[in-house]
């Protein structure tokens, strides 16, 4: 093949620094479409952004040229930036320094954009600690739970 020819989805989800509440919630829906566009911008398919006042959940198709690594590295500089031009109430916003994220089946993308979807509902059982080590668990990633809140 004298081409790459891929489709790789992939869950991705990071946090705001100390996992504050600080995401104006009445307007999680802008600052998702504003890093949805940072994804297809950086030559992957955004498929769905959501999450709460804590964190983002992204569900994209990965391109052959970008790794997950150069990826967050830009959305969080980008979106970062942006946030703090959009809110001058959140002057010293930045995210964690982490991420994690998972492969996903394309027999599961439609579960899994709508979990995305429904994240304000499903964090009024569960929170984000709970889901993501959830996450961590159910994919068997071994990590240290020290590490997870710094």
Wanted: charged share 20%; glycine share 4%.
């Amino acid at each position: 093949m004298s081409q790459p020819l891929n489709k790789i989805y992939t869950h991705i989800i990071f946090s705001t620094k100390n996992r504050e509440d600080i995401l104006p919630p009445r307007d999680l829906n802008n600052i998702h479409r504003y890093i949805g566009g940072i994804i297809n911008r950086n030559l992957c398919k955004s498929i769905i952004v959501g999450g709460t006042a804590n964190h983002i959940h992204i569900l994209c198709e990965l391109a052959s040229t970008v790794s997950i690594a150069m990826l967050l590295q830009e959305t969080k500089r980008s979106s970062s930036k942006w946030i703090k031009n959009e809110y001058p109430e959140l002057p010293y916003f930045s995210w964690q320094n982490g991420y994690a994220a998972f492969s996903v089946s394309q027999s599961k993308v439609a579960a899994v954009t709508h979990y995305i979807c429904h994240q304000q509902e499903h964090h009024q059982k569960k929170s984000f600690r709970e889901e993501l080590i959830e996450f961590l668990e159910s994919y068997h990633v071994e990590y240290n739970e020290e590490y997870l809140w710094t």
